[in-house]
């Protein structure tokens, strides 16, 4: 059996109207294929225009055809987590489902760390608006059995791969209207690469018409209390290239807040910008720019979603430059039971790395 090195799930996802049509193949249940073998050292990313190897097709039919092929590149490549891929248009009111497809691939020992059933959360994020939908992937799966006691031996670096699926049709409840999204699977702390797809209707042309800037939301504070869309001295470092950055107390006290604070460089489209005439001052905003986040929990994965608009103060040519803190307990009305979550942040195609944060009973040390 060859050797299945680390591998990053890249998730098949395709977008469908509410109402399904007979004649597609229900893939209710969840379909695996596991094996078990030497791990070899990891390797980063692995992402492609068809991570799977697959047409759009072959979503709705043998979408194990390239499984042989894609173990072998896993192999080749050396990484775990979430490998995935989906079909990249899905015709409005011929398609009854919404298949994803993809591979969860990790060590013994990680095996004992996360659950994809009860634990991966999908999100889209609508290329146009910005708008954010979440749920777990796999709803309707329950959690595994809780794993036998390790008896204080490490389980190894051995490889588990498991190849899944399951019909994003029930489980995101998209509009049944044109549009383009960016998807990606969570799970903890892991992020599955981002793929788009395109809902169409008829010849396969998207929806290009676009609203003006939006409101922010939630309102600044002012005087330095949250929310706050100003640099801090504690904000974290804007990014170099594309991207945004969190950072948080590693440890806060359950039922407190849960303060998380971003750094960003991010593109702004021309209907984000706010036309100098329309600012509300001299130090008014330039921008207002969608930035989703997103806390999933060790004990409650939730998702547990915030969309935020981010006013931005500097712009350097087709990008934006800005910050923000807020406080996710009370925006995504955070049970306040001690646990551990982890924070993300989406922006149209762009996500961040995830900052974890303990809830702890009792005072912070």
């Known amino acids: 059996m060859k050797s299945l090195l680390r591998a990053t799930a890249a998730m098949a996802f395709v977008l469908c109207a509410s109402s399904c049509a007979a004649g597609d193949r229900s893939p209710d249940a969840m379909r695996r294929v596991e094996t078990g073998s030497p791990a070899a050292s990891p390797a980063a990313g692995v992402a492609g225009e068809h991570p799977l190897g697959l047409a759009d097709?072959?979503?709705?039919?043998?979408?194990?055809?390239?499984?042989?092929?894609?173990?072998?590149?896993?192999?080749?490549?050396?990484?775990?987590?979430?490998?995935?891929?989906?079909?990249?248009?899905?015709?409005?009111?011929?398609?009854?489902?919404?298949?994803?497809?993809?591979?969860?691939?990790?060590?013994?020992?990680?095996?004992?760390?996360?659950?994809?059933?009860?634990?991966?959360?999908?999100?889209?994020?609508?290329?146009?608006?910005?708008?954010?939908?979440?749920?777990?992937?796999?709803?309707?799966?329950?959690?595994?059995?809780?794993?036998?006691?390790?008896?204080?031996?490490?389980?190894?670096?051995?490889?588990?791969?498991?190849?899944?699926?399951?019909?994003?049709?029930?489980?995101?409840?998209?509009?049944?209207?044109?549009?383009?999204?960016?998807?990606?699977?969570?799970?903890?702390?892991?992020?599955?690469?981002?793929?788009?797809?395109?809902?169409?209707d008829g010849a396969p042309a998207n929806d290009t018409r676009v609203d003006g800037p939006a409101t922010a939301w939630p309102p600044a504070a002012g005087g330095g209390d949250l929310p706050d869309y100003r640099r801090r001295p504690d904000s974290p470092a804007v990014p170099d290239g594309v991207g945004i950055v969190l950072a948080a107390a590693p440890e806060v006290r359950a039922g407190g807040p849960l303060v998380i604070r971003g750094s960003f460089r991010l593109p702004v489209p021309s209907h984000a910008r706010i036309a100098a005439g329309d600012q509300t001052g001299v130090s008014g905003p330039r921008a207002v720019l969608p930035i989703a986040l997103l806390a999933t929990g060790t004990e409650d994965p939730g998702p547990f979603p915030v969309e935020l608009r981010v006013p931005v103060y500097a712009v350097d040519g087709d990008h934006a430059i800005g910050h923000f803190a807020v406080d996710l307990a009370t925006l995504g009305r955070l049970p306040h039971a001690p646990t551990s979550y982890f924070v993300h942040a989406l922006s149209r195609g762009v996500a961040a790395a995830s900052v974890r944060v303990a809830m702890v009973a009792g005072d912070v040390r």
């Open 57 to 200: 097709a072959d979503f709705w039919g043998d979408y194990t055809r390239t499984q042989e092929e894609t173990l072998g590149y896993l192999d080749g490549v050396g990484f775990h987590g979430l490998l995935v891929d989906l079909p990249r248009t899905v015709a409005l009111g011929k398609r009854g489902t919404v298949p994803l497809v993809g591979w969860y691939v990790r060590t013994f020992r990680e095996d004992r760390q996360r659950d994809l059933e009860g634990q991966a959360v999908v999100v889209a994020v609508d290329l146009r608006t910005g708008g954010l939908r979440a749920a777990l992937a796999l709803a309707g799966g329950k959690p595994r059995p809780q794993a036998a006691p390790s008896n204080g031996q490490d389980p190894g670096d051995g490889v588990r791969s498991e190849m899944f699926e399951t019909d994003l049709c029930r489980v995101l409840d998209l509009p049944p209207r044109p549009g383009r999204y960016a998807v990606a699977v969570i799970l903890q702390d892991w992020v599955s690469n981002v793929v788009t797809t395109a809902l169409v």
